[in-house]
C-alpha cells in the first residue's frame, strides 16, 4: 500500500492592505520567512512585483493571459519580475527569506508586462533591503529619490532566459503527456523521437507541437527542465558530481558546459556565490 502524501503547508495570500503600493510610496517590500514546502496558493494582484529571497529557493509558476503556464526556480542571485495581473503561485524549495516588492502601476516600466529574470546585482540587492526603511521614510524627498534608483536598476539589470513553459490543459495532449514524462523523470536520456513514440506521435509532430504551443524547441525546453532541478540542489550545497547524475549526465563536465552555457557561470561558481549571499 502507498504512503499518504506529507500535508503540504499551504498558505493563503494573506492582508495586504499594510503593503499597498500607491501613488505616494510606490514601491512596498512584505518581508516574510517561509519554510520548506510552503505552498502560497494561486493569486494575482493589480499592481507588478518584483519576488526575490535572501536565502533559500523558491518556485513560482506563472501564467500569462496570452502564453502558457511557466515554472521559474529562483534562487538568492536572480529574481522574478511578475506583471500586473498575471495569475502566481509560490512553492518554497529551500527554507527562504522572501523579500516580495510591490509596484505601483503608474511606476511600472514601460514595456514590462511579460516576466523576466533579472540577475540581482550587490546594488539591487541592497537597494531590495532599503524599502520602506524609517530613514527613507523619515527625510523630505529621499523616498523619490531612492525608488527611482531602485526602478531604473530593475530596468538595467541583466536578464536571463530561465524558465519552464507547460502546455495549456486546453492544449494537444500528446504535447501535455510528453511534458509531464520529462518532468518527471529529468535524467531521463531519451531522444524527441523515443518520447515521442510514447504518446503515439511522431518526432516531426511533437518538434511543431513545442514551437507552436511553447514557442521553443525541445532541446531548449528540456535545458529549462534540467535547470529547475538542478538549481535547488546546487543551493542546498551537493556536490557538483552528485548534481550532474542526478541530471543524467555522465560526466561533471558535459553538465558543467551545459550549465555554463546557459547561467554564464560553472556549477561550482554559482554554488559558491549563493554561500556569500546566505
Known amino acids: 500500500m502507498s504512503q499518504p502524501r506529507p500535508v503540504r503547508n499551504t498558505l493563503p495570500v494573506g492582508d495586504l492592505d499594510p503593503f499597498v ?20 496558493e494561486p493569486h494575482r494582484h493589480p ?45 518554497v524549495l529551500e527554507a527562504a527569506d522572501l523579500r516580495t516588492l510591490y509596484i505601483e502601476p503608474s511606476a511600472i516600466p514601460a514595456g514590462w508586462t511579460g516576466c523576466h529574470v533579472l540577475l540581482v546585482s550587490p546594488l539591487l540587492r541592497e537597494l531590495i533591503g532599503g524599502v520602506d526603511t524609517p530613514r527613507n521614510l523619515s527625510q523630505p524627498g529621499r523616498l523619490p529619490a531612492f525608488n527611482l534608483l531602485l526602478l531604473d536598476e530593475i530596468v538595467h539589470a541583466d536578464t536571463q532566459a530561465l524558465g519552464v513553459p507547460l502546455p495549456r490543459h486546453c492544449g494537444d495532449r500528446r504535447l501535455r503527456a510528453l511534458c509531464e514524462a520529462v518532468l518527471r523523470a529529468p535524467a531521463e536520456q531519451a531522444r524527441l523521437a523515443d518520447w515521442a513514440a510514447q ?12 514551437r507552436e504551443e511553447l514557442g521553443t524547441s525541445y532541446q531548449q525546453w528540456r535545458t529549462q527542465v534540467l535547470l529547475a532541478h538542478a538549481l535547488p540542489m546546487l543551493a542546498r550545497g551537493q556536490p ?19 550549465f555554463k552555457a546557459a547561467m554564464g557561470q560553472s556549477p561550482s561558481q554559482f554554488g559558491g556565490r549563493l554561500s556569500l549571499t546566505i
Not at 519554510?35 to 502560497?40: E, G, L, Q, V
Not at 557538483?240 to 549526465?249: L, M, P
Open 199 to 210: 504518446v503515439g506521435a511522431s518526432e516531426r509532430t511533437m518538434t511543431r507541437l513545442f
Open 21 to 40: 503600493p500607491t501613488a505616494e510610496r510606490p514601491v512596498r517590500q512584505r518581508p516574510r520567512a517561509l519554510p520548506y514546502d510552503t505552498h502560497i
Open 240 to 258: 557538483v558530481s552528485q548534481v550532474a547524475e542526478a541530471c543524467g549526465y555522465a560526466s561533471d563536465s558535459a553538465f558543467s558546459a551545459m
Open 47 to 91: 499592481w507588478a512585483q518584483l519576488a526575490y529571497c535572501t536565502r533559500g529557493v523558491i518556485q513560482v509558476g506563472v501564467t500569462l493571459d496570452d502564453g502558457p503556464e511557466t515554472t521559474y526556480v529562483i534562487p538568492p542571485s536572480r529574481a522574478l519580475w511578475i506583471p500586473a495581473g498575471a495569475l502566481h503561485a509560490v512553492t
